[in-house]
C-alpha cells in the first residue's frame, strides 16, 4: 500500500469535524511525502486544512452544508503542535460562569504560544498570546474560572462573586482554583482569602 493509500484509510477513520494535527499520519513517510499526501487530499475535499498543520474530516449537514469545527478544538489542535497551552478568552470564560451576559463577537483564545489568525469559514479566530499565569490551570473548570476572575479585575470581584464561582465549580476544581493562590493577581488572592476566612 501506497504512503497516500493508507494516509487516505487513516483519513477515512477520522471522527468527522474533529481536528488533528499532521503528526497524527508522520508514521507513514517522511514529512514531504506525507505533506504533499496530505494537500492531496485536501483537495479532492477527503479533508480540509482550516490552519498550517491542521486537517479535519469534513462534517456535513443537509441544510447548512459543510459544518466547520468548533474554534476551540481547531485552537487547541494548534497549540497542541508545540505544546503550548490555550484557554478561552475572559470575556468568554465571564459568560461560562454566569458572571457576564456579553456574547463576544468573535472567538478569541488566550494561548502561551504566539498571537496569530485563522478563518473557519467565514469566521474569524484569533489566538492572543498571553503570559502563562493567565493560563493557569487550563483546560479545566478551575481554569475557567481563574480567567473570568482575572478579566473581570479587582473593580467588579467581590466575596459575593468568588461565592458564585464555588457555587457553580465542583468542590475538587474549586479547591484546585484556592490551592494557585500564588499565581493570583494580589488583588484577587486578598478577595479569595477572605472569602475563605469567612466562609
Not at 54 to 61: G, L, M, Q
Not at 82 to 94: F, N, T
Not at 144 to 169: D, N, P, R, S
Amino acid at each position: 500500500m501506497s504512503i497516500m493509500e493508507k494516509i487516505k484509510s487513516e483519513a477515512a477513520r477520522l471522527p468527522k469535524g474533529q481536528p488533528v494535527t499532521n503528526k497524527t499520519f508522520m508514521s507513514f513517510g517522511s514529512r514531504s511525502s506525507v505533506d504533499q499526501a496530505l494537500s492531496r487530499l485536501v483537495k479532492k475535499g477527503l479533508l480540509t486544512r482550516p490552519a498550517r498543520g491542521i486537517y479535519v474530516r469534513p462534517k456535513h449537514n443537509a441544510y447548512v452544508g459543510e459544518v466547520p469545527p468548533e474554534p476551540i478544538q481547531v485552537a487547541k489542535a494548534i497549540a497542541a503542535q508545540s505544546g503550548h497551552a490555550v484557554q478561552v478568552h475572559g470575556a468568554e470564560a465571564a459568560r461560562r460562569m454566569g458572571l457576564s451576559t456579553q456574547v463576544p463577537t468573535k472567538p478569541v483564545f488566550y494561548t502561551s504560544g504566539p498571537s496569530r489568525r485563522f478563518h473557519l469559514g467565514r469566521m474569524e479566530v484569533i489566538l492572543q498570546h498571553v503570559s502563562p499565569r493567565k493560563l493557569t490551570l487550563a483546560g479545566h473548570p478551575a481554569g475557567v474560572a481563574f480567567t473570568a476572575l482575572w478579566y473581570l479585575g479587582k473593580q467588579q470581584v467581590t466575596k459575593e462573586t468568588i461565592a458564585q464561582i464555588h457555587a457553580k465549580l465542583a468542590p475538587g476544581e474549586f479547591e484546585a482554583l484556592c490551592a494557585e493562590s500564588s499565581a493570583m493577581p494580589g488583588w484577587l488572592h486578598d478577595i479569595m482569602l477572605k472569602f475563605l476566612e469567612e466562609r
